[in-house]
């Protein structure tokens, strides 16, 4: 793509939309980074090992509700004051995290923050579609998710540096300035669009049960007992799976039709974009407390790792971009063959590899997960039937935020089971970080059988819709 492609986003007035938007996304995905970095060093102050992987749940399960949120909030309200307004709510979220006193008040203030991160994800798709012309969108879609490669270098600079001066409050302090100006410069560059006369309903139940169901399964790593825990997850189950039946009845779905059946493509692609998330979720949240315990290295340090996987992810997208055709199949079924590789690797030398040979696993993960994901998003929207395009597109973040959120939940329970429940040292480290990386091996391997059934499916219909056009052909001589 020629420079001159690039320059079109900043002209016609464009440039301060593009800045707006690669704010907002930034935001986000810097805040990510930052929090995994830091999470050492807080629990080291205020305590709550127990509760380490549910900032990055419970951020998840508020992102889904907030990007659920998104349309209605911007129908009601316009652009203008619906993206100034989840910007503020960011904001409350990130001061909340600088000043909390325990474990607790973080967790409520992480959830705060997730709904504010994903009214900005979900308003930003739609002001994509609305603020540039057809021939521009992939190009500023292209540079919104160039943001989580920058942000994998900007956000454990903020976390690590901060965790090393004793000062992780600073790493959210830092970040406020700058919400404030994104909020600021919204409010003064967007249009003043008039609320919509017809504003949807907000499916209060729907997310409800979504969010009890994700919340059962993050409970499970902080309660005792395997009967107590096998009933969490069989009413986690239960929850989500009413949901989706609630969904499929319901007059404004947040999920085209069929969305978790395997017999269509839609249906399968998203069980895989579900188990890509528990893949690079599981070795991410724990990867730098691993690394700083097992392997000595500084908050920084460790915080560049989850960097590499990033940037491995963002890497592969761009170097894969192009694959077109038979290539195509081989980044589905491929990547998650990779990634399954580089969790091998971790599960065995994680605790006694050296960290270059440990950072050539990560970004094996990332480069995995990262060719598959790009084309799986590709497939996802041509499969997507008739009248549903917009609606399977803008789900995919929801179902992948839900792989987030049980990933995470999940390989806090298999740590906590594994003796990280018992307090950080480095045995408990170590068992925990060799049975989480062998336990998330098995996402990647489904995922990949379930990639080989995408592929014959797409194919069987490519292959029918050629001979309803030859049919037709015939029928027309």
């Known amino acids: 793509m020629r420079a001159s492609d690039w320059i079109e986003l900043l002209r016609e007035g464009r440039a301060v939309f593009t800045a707006i938007l690669v704010l907002a996304i930034g935001l986000h995905a810097i805040d990510v980074f930052v929090i995994v970095t830091v999470m050492p060093a807080v629990v080291a102050d205020i305590g709550g ?97 160039g943001m989580w490669g920058v942000a994998a270098l900007i956000g454990p600079l903020f976390g690590g540096g901060f965790a090393e001066i004793g000062w992780w409050r600073g790493a959210f302090w830092a970040g406020a300035p700058i919400i404030v100006t994104f909020t600021l410069l919204a409010w003064r560059s967007l249009p003043a669009t008039a609320p919509a006369e017809a504003i949807p309903s907000f499916p209060i139940r729907r997310l409800a049960l979504l969010g009890a169901g ?21 009413a986690a189950v239960l929850m989500v799976g009413r949901t989706f039946r609630l969904d499929a009845g319901s007059e404004n779905p947040l999920f085209p039709s069929n969305p978790l059946s395997l017999l269509s493509p839609v249906g399968t692609a998203y069980w895989m974009f579900f188990l890509l998330s528990i893949t690079h979720t599981a070795i991410g949240i724990f990867l730098p407390l691993i690394l700083q315990v097992l392997h000595g290295v500084t908050p920084l ?41 580089g969790l091998t690797g971790l599960a065995i030398g994680i605790t006694s590899a050296p960290l270059s040979v440990i950072a050539g696993l990560v970004a094996m993960v990332g480069l995995g997960v990262g060719m598959c994901t790009l084309h799986l998003t590709a497939t996802t929207m041509a499969a997507a039937a008739r009248g549903e395009e917009s609606l399977t597109a803008s789900s ?27 307090g950080i040292s480095p045995e408990t480290v170590a068992n925990a970080a060799i049975w989480v990386d062998g336990v998330a091996i098995l996402a990647p391997v489904a995922a990949a059988l379930l990639a080989l059934r995408v592929v014959r499916l797409r194919h069987h219909a490519a292959a029918a819709a050629g001979e309803d056009a030859s049919d037709s052909g015939s029928r027309s001589v």
């Open 396 to 422: 995919i973040p929801t179902v992948r935020s839900l792989g987030i959120a049980f990933g995470s939940a999940g390989a806090g329970l298999v740590a906590n089971t594994a003796g990280l429940a018992r």
């Open 214 to 234: 994700v919340l059962c399964v993050g409970a499970t790593s902080t309660i005792e007992g395997l009967a107590v825990q096998a009933a969490l997850l069989l």
């Open 49 to 145: 090992a127990t509760f380490y992987a549910w900032s990055t749940m419970l951020y998840m399960v508020a992102s889904i509700v907030g990007a659920a949120s998104g349309g209605p909030l911007k129908a009601a309200l316009g652009a203008r004051k619906g993206y100034s307004l989840a910007g503020l709510v960011f904001l409350a979220g990130t001061v909340g995290c600088a000043v909390s006193p325990s474990m607790a008040a973080l967790l409520i203030a992480r959830v705060v923050q997730g709904v504010g991160g994903g009214l900005l994800i979900a308003q930003s798709m739609a002001l994509v579609r609305e603020l540039y012309p057809p021939e521009l969108r992939t190009r500023v879609l292209a540079l919104i998710s």
């Open 301 to 341: 340090v460790a915080g560049y790792f989850n960097g590499v996987l990033a940037l491995s992810w963002t890497a592969a997208s761009f170097l894969t971009a192009g694959w077109r055709g038979r290539a195509q199949p081989v980044a589905l079924i491929g990547g998650p063959c990779i990634a399954a590789l």
